[in-house]
């Protein structure tokens, strides 16, 4: 079964850094593309990054410049590192992937940026 767990996740001062983990398996790693998605109370759901299996990235504007999206298929595990981080960025992070025609997600991490 595809299983997706994240950890890393917790309170954090603004202008801090968290590095985010999600640790897949279940299926071939290396042959698809991985998202983060963060969801903030009475928000909807919003794409934060995506990588590629050819290890390209593209990430929101809200984010570019301060979150950057990495993998390592020897562990089967996606990261998300995020500098400089803003009150606006608390939300539950989600890791996500798309495996024969269906998405899979993660339980969920909660991110909170607060003095």
């Known amino acids: 079964q595809v299983q997706l767990v994240e950890s890393g996740g917790g309170l954090v001062q603004p202008g801090g850094s968290l590095r985010l983990s999600c640790a897949a398996s279940?299926?071939?790693?290396?042959?698809?593309?991985m998202d983060w998605y963060r969801q903030a109370p009475g928000k909807q759901r919003e794409l934060v990054a995506t990588i590629t299996s050819g290890g390209s990235t593209n990430f929101a504007d809200s984010v570019k410049g301060r979150f950057t999206i990495s993998r390592d298929n020897a562990k089967n595990t996606v990261y998300l590192q995020m500098n400089s981080l803003k009150p606006e960025d608390t939300a539950v992070y989600y890791c996500?992937?798309?495996?024969?025609?269906?998405?899979?997600w993660g339980q969920g991490t909660q991110v909170t940026v607060s003095s």
């Open positions: 279940g299926y071939i790693f290396s042959m698809y593309a």
């Open positions: 996500h992937t798309r495996v024969r025609m269906l998405d899979r």
